[in-house]
């Protein structure tokens, strides 16, 4: 009988870690799947590289965005560029300001996942 009451405690005990592994696995699936990662290239070289879109806290690679159901966009405060990624073309405008006027750069983008 004192077998029983000892499993009876390990059961639940057992019970709740299953339960705590499987809430903690789903909130990571949850949470990756309100990131994308999206490689952009560059129309004229060809170079690609890629940015993190974070939906659920409103940033792209960790700078504020201003995500709506048409465009993506953000300021990258190290190069004063501003990005607007077109959500249905994936057409990337970068606006570069500068001293002398400053200039546009064109890329595409795509999802990455």
Known sequence: MA????LVPNRTLMMG???????ASSFALHARSEE???TCA????????QIKI???????????????DATISWQ?????????LDRKSGKLTVVVPSSTGGYFLYH?????N
């Open 3 to 6: 077998l029983i009451a000892c």
């Open 17 to 23: 870690i299953a339960v705590s592994a499987v809430a």
């Open 36 to 38: 994308r990662i999206v």
């Open 42 to 49: 560059n129309d004229a070289s060809g170079a690609t590289w």
């Open 54 to 68: 974070d939906y659920d806290r409103s940033t792209v690679d960790s700078h504020p965005a201003r995500i709506s």
């Open 76 to 84: 990258d405060a190290t190069s004063g560029g501003n990005y607007t």
């Open 108 to 112: 595409h983008c795509r999802p990455g």
